[in-house]
């Protein structure tokens, strides 16, 4: 097998692989190191080796190579993992992650990060202790001169001034790779290039190094972390690194020294918020102001998006998925069981002596089996919710030790399914939900011991299916929402008016509006800074809401309800004013006949229940219409039952779900439609929208007239 | 023997391709000097470099300096993907002036 039929199967291996590794390392550091653990980590490598070999794929293999040395010594007993081995395997995982990426996109000849490499390599050797002759790995002591800064991490810009020495180039110094290692670290805001160094052609030595650049980045790090990165350049860069908090004066120093590129520096520190005169380093440099932030070059594309598009043009269209074998077999039964019914049915209808009564038998049988297909065939295209979880463990880690901060990560229910399309479209709002839980929600210990709650927060993240939907919650015990300041900030934002009321409820969707959050945070996750109203609208792609319960002091739980998408429903078929609509059948709970009371009254007595209705006719507008005989069909969505009043019942039927074009998009209370036997066109119900359209449009009287109880049979 | 290639599709122009990185450096300096001191315009196409670094750019920033001292024209024609990557990414498009777009006739 060559790499180019091989390539999509070595990627999905590959991520398969280390997966596992990553989920054997995070189960060592809670749960200790066990022969089991150890042995699972050393086979992901070795595998991933051996794959990589057979395809001549270098990089990965030689990297790899060095990985499963040290697993060995591991394996054997003479090192053990401690907190640093630990954080080195998972970094390595992650880098080999994307050396994979690197092949998923056709650049598996080029590394994605050399100096990373190199680190880690260095780091890995230094554990093996593989030879003598290896440069062992020393920090190297930065000749960054710091300025007074607070040890702890600070958020803001970061000004620095990068300097390199004439034999850097020769020395391996690749300044374009450190520059694009600090757009990881961070937002790189710009990057002015020192030219004036440069002499002219006579006396200009190629090889030599004549540049300097000035970065701002703007990050959550330390001058520590920053000059870190720069460490393995020795003394072939001279750095300068200007916190945030740091006084101006010293970096408006700067600008004596750059008299070329002056204006333009000027220029760009008063974009970042930074003091760009002596006059204006008066004021605090913490106050940045609201201006967007220009990226590298203005007018070009960021270079990173550029790629990111080409990488994907280039890659073919992902379209396989990989099905559980037991349900393709179950297909296939049912499909030989469908051949046997059907040639039953055609020698039947050719039989001289056929009844009706022996064909429709044999139709039915037919129909049967083909309903029982569909389900399964649809059913392999869905795939559990542990997929999407199952990145959560790690991500909770980090974000966790980032921040400081005790999570539990609680995991239920990773068995519910959704179709695969849903998948990858759930995983970053997910993320960004989850951060955001950590981020605010969760209490740093000593706030959680001081209010009595145990040091470690509570996180649990929860799927089930309920009436055609997954439900999927994120729950924690933090200081919950206070609808009264999230109300404040709204109306400090002007995102609503001064003497809007609003409920409880209606205060925790605040969270949801652009702009409501103050400048976003860029996440080193996503790359990209992201609110909760981005979080909402991608949700809402896929057809999705998302509820939020909270407690002051307790906790919140954000509930996110998606339909779970199937080509075909069963429906149940109803008339309203000539027109036929369809329900889906799951949601129905049972049928009544109404007698209709007085108009104006929007609630039924059912059995002595409390069951708001509406009238469709009256939703959709269709006219008065003679009111004699109605029906009543009551729905569930969630925890609550409405009635739909229509004219007649009709029945049960399949149907195909056609969407609807996007100029209807905005339309609430239909989601498809579907064409029937005859035909025509009926409307598919969306029974969520339905709701609350009718919740916001009608307010409920008090208790009416009853309703005839005379039933009808349920529909199923 | 030079890591990229270099051609000639009419006088004053130059098509490279390849790899510009450090190893090429000097190699790469002397092409653009020489050919600059022997025409009155040059253009340069750079679409199908493959690899270029902080040489390649200090390579370009000081052939565009020559040429103005000399009075003469020096225009690049295409960057390839790694050359605008590195020239966006050192916000070097100013100082460079390029790239031009060019209908041949």
């Keep these: 097998m060559d790499l180019a039929t091989g390539r999509t199967t070595l990627v999905d291996e590959a991520r398969d692989l280390l997966a596992g590794m990553e989920g054997a390392l995070l189960e060592i550091e809670t749960n200790g190191q066990s022969d089991e653990r150890i042995n699972a980590v050393f086979r992901a490598a070795h595998t991933i080796k051996g794959s990589a070999g057979l395809f001549g794929l270098t990089l990965i293999e030689r990297f790899t190579q060095r990985l499963e040395n040290l697993l060995d010594l591991v394996r054997a007993g003479s090192r053990k993992i401690d907190g640093e081995l630990m954080s080195l395997l998972l970094r390595s995982g992650d880098y080999i992650a994307r050396l994979v990426d690197a092949i998923e996109n056709f650049r598996e000849a080029e590394d994605p990060d050399p100096v990373l490499r190199q680190a880690l390599l260095d780091e890995l050797a230094a554990y093996s202790h593989i030879t003598a002759e290896l440069r062992a790995f020393v920090p190297v002591e930065k000749p960054a001169e710091k300025l007074p800064a607070a040890p702890a991490a600070s958020e803001g810009v970061f000004h620095l001034s990068i300097q390199l020495a004439p034999n850097a180039l020769d020395e391996g110094v690749c300044p374009d790779d450190l520059l694009r290692h600090l757009r990881e670290r961070g937002e790189l805001l710009y990057v002015l290039t020192r030219t004036a160094g440069l002499p002219a052609r006579d006396s200009f030595v190629p090889q030599r190094s004549y540049l300097g650049f000035e970065v701002g980045l703007r990050a959550h790090t330390t001058i520590d972390a920053l000059s870190s990165a720069f460490a393995l350049a020795g003394d072939a860069v001279a750095l300068r690194i200007y916190p945030p908090s ?72 992902q379209r396989m998925v990989k099905v559980d074998a037991g349900r393709l077999d179950q297909l296939i039964n049912l499909v030989g069981e469908l051949v046997i019914a059907s040639e039953g049915a055609r020698t039947s209808a050719a039989s001289s002596s056929a009844r009706r009564e022996d064909l429709l038998e044999a139709m039915g049988r037919v129909s049967q089996l083909v309903e029982h297909i569909r389900d399964r065939a649809l059913n392999m295209r869905m795939t559990p919710i542990g997929d999407v979880f199952q990145r959560f463990p790690r991500v909770v880690r980090d974000v966790a030790k980032e921040l400081n901060k005790q999570i539990d990560l609680e995991i239920t229910g ?96 605040l969270i949801f509006l652009p702009g409501f959050s103050t400048a976003a945070t860029v996440t080193n996750l996503s790359g990209r800074g992201v609110g909760m109203d981005v979080v909402k609208r991608s949700l809402e792609a896929i057809r999705g809401e998302i509820e939020i319960e909270s407690a002051v002091g307790k906790g919140t739980t954000f509930r996110l309800r998606l339909p779970l998408t199937l080509a075909i429903i069963d429906g149940f078929h109803v008339e309203v004013a000539g027109t036929t609509f369809v329900i889906p059948l799951d949601l129905v709970v049972e049928c009544v006949d109404a007698q209709s009371g ?34 009543l069909v009551v729905v569930s969505y969630g925890h609550q039952r409405v009635g739909l009043v229509v004219d007649r019942l009709l029945g049960n039927s399949q149907a195909v779900i056609k969407p609807l074009g996007q100029i209807f998009r905005g339309l609430h209370g239909i989601s498809s439609s579907t064409i029937l036997g005859d035909g025509s066109v009926a409307l598919i119900l969306d029974i969520p929208g339905l709701i609350s359209a009718a919740n916001q449009n009608y307010t409920f009287d008090s208790l009416g007239a009853d309703v005839g109880a005379r039933e009808e049979a349920s529909p199923r | 023997m030079v890591p990229f290639t270099v051609s000639e599709p009419k006088p004053g122009i130059l098509s490279i391709g390849g790899d510009l990185s450090l190893a090429a450096a000097p190699a790469f300096a002397e092409l653009l000097f020489s050919s600059l001191d022997a025409h009155a315009a040059l253009h340069v196409d750079l679409l199908n470099v493959t690899e270029a670094d902080i040489s390649t750019l200090q390579i370009m920033l000081v052939a565009v300096r020559e040429a103005q001292r000399q009075g003469k ?11 605008e990557d590195l020239v966006n990414l050192v916000d070097l498009n100013h100082d460079l002036g390029g790239p031009l777009a060019v209908v041949w006739e």
């Design chain 1, 246 to 317: 740091a006084n101006p004066a010293e970096r408006l120093a700067l600008l004596a020294e750059v008299p070329e590129l002056r204006p333009r520096l000027e220029e760009k520190w008063r974009r970042a918020g930074l003091a760009f005169t002596p006059a204006a380093a008066g004021e605090t440099e913490t106050e940045m102001a609201p201006v967007p932030v220009e990226v590298p070059s203005p007018g070009a594309p960021p270079p990173e998006r550029a790629k990111a598009k080409q990488a994907e043009e280039k890659r073919p269209e």
């Design chain 1, 414 to 509: 990773a068995e519910a399914e959704l179709d695969k399309s849903l998948v990858e479209r759930l995983s970053d709002p997910l993320l960004h939900i989850v951060r955001n839980a950590i981020d605010h929600g969760i209490e740093p210990v000593r706030e959680r011991l001081a209010a009595g709650k145990p040091a470690s927060g509570n996180l649990r993240l929860n799927a089930y299916h309920e009436s055609g939907c997954i439900v999927i919650e994120i729950k924690d015990d933090g200081r919950g929402l206070d609808p009264v300041r999230l109300r404040k900030k709204a109306i400090e934002r002007g995102l609503i008016a001064e003497d809007a009321a609003l409920g409880t409820s209606e205060c925790f969707q």
């Design chain 1, 598 to 631: 007085e108009g104006g009254r929007r609630i039924a007595n059912l059995r002595g229940e409390v069951l708001p209705y509406v009238r469709l006719r009256e939703v959709f507008q269709l006219g008065a219409g003679q009111r004699l005989r109605e029906s």
């Design chain 2, 73 to 83: 024209e020096l225009r690049w024609l295409g960057y390839g993907l790694c050359v």
